[in-house]
């Protein structure tokens, strides 16, 4: 109890924030500012995610650890959506940038509340592929630094808050669509404004550690427009993140391919 205690007073004194600086001219500016990939911020992140897998910890996003899950029931929801249109209980899930294995660990409860069976799959850097694999079993999600055959013809491509750390978003969208080919697309938790351009910015996040990277404020009606011309239909859309004063609006999508 005692225990228990302690650990949540040293939680609510850890500083936890977000801000971004901007905008920038373009992404390779802040390429040597960015500390994702630096190997001091990889160690940390792998040692968070391996409380949550030694079931030290309930769950952990972007290494902070919290209390208890936090789902995001219109993801949760659309999955389950989807298993019913498609016919099916076996959905394979291709989750590009999905970490150590935050949103499986949201939807595993499909599994024991619905009989869902998972093929579950993440696209990750190469440094992160090659520590998930030390402490992720291989009966729950397998690990790639490429696009891989064994992704191609995934029920849904995910990207759980992942989109705008892309240098090149809308190119690997391509790849991903043209090798891929999934039958639905889900974005999560990512930034857009009503511009009609899109925006390079310099996220410095304090969760415990501190880093920075670049990321994109996507123009909406751009991202819409994309999907138009590759033949997708959004079916659905929500506010995933209410931040009041800010200049994005946090978003969710889901994308149908057309027939």
């Not at 600086?21 to 990889?42: E, R, T, V």
């Not at 592929?129 to 790639?144: D, M, T």
């Not at 969208?173 to 351009?197: A, M, Q, V």
């Amino acid at each position: 109890m005692i225990k228990k205690y302690l650990k949540n007073l040293i939680k609510k004194l850890i500083p936890r924030s977000i801000s971004y600086s901007g905008p920038y001219k373009d992404w390779k500016s802040l390429n040597d500012i960015s500390s994702y990939d630096k190997s001091n911020l990889q160690k940390y992140l792998f040692n968070q995610a391996k409380k949550v897998w030694q079931n030290d910890e309930v769950y952990e996003r972007d290494g902070y650890i919290f209390e208890e899950i936090q789902r995001s029931w219109n993801v949760s929801i659309s999955m389950l959506a989807i298993s019913n249109a498609l016919k099916q209980y076996k959905i394979k899930v291709c989750d590009f940038g999905g970490g150590f294995g935050t949103s499986y660990i949201e939807n595993k409860f499909l599994i024991e509340k619905f009989n869902i069976e998972f093929d579950w799959n993440i696209i990750e850097l190469k440094e992160l592929v090659k520590n998930a694999k030390l402490i992720v079993p291989e009966n729950s999600i397998r690990f790639f630094d490429y696009i891989d055959h064994d992704l191609y013809e995934s029920d849904i491509l995910l990207f759980g808050s992942s989109m705008q750390y892309l240098e090149n978003p809308y190119e690997i969208l391509d790849e991903c669509i043209n090798k891929i080919k999934p039958k639905y697309i889900i974005f999560d938790r990512t930034g857009f404004s009503n511009k009609k351009h899109d925006e390079i910015f310099l996220q410095n996040v304090n969760l415990g550690y501190k880093a920075a990277y670049p990321a994109w404020i996507l123009s909406e009606s751009i991202f819409l427009e994309y999907f138009k011309k590759m033949r997708y239909e959004r079916i659905d859309s929500w506010k995933s993140i209410q931040i009041p004063e800010s200049m994005q609006t946090f978003m969710g999508f889901v994308f149908k391919a057309s027939l």
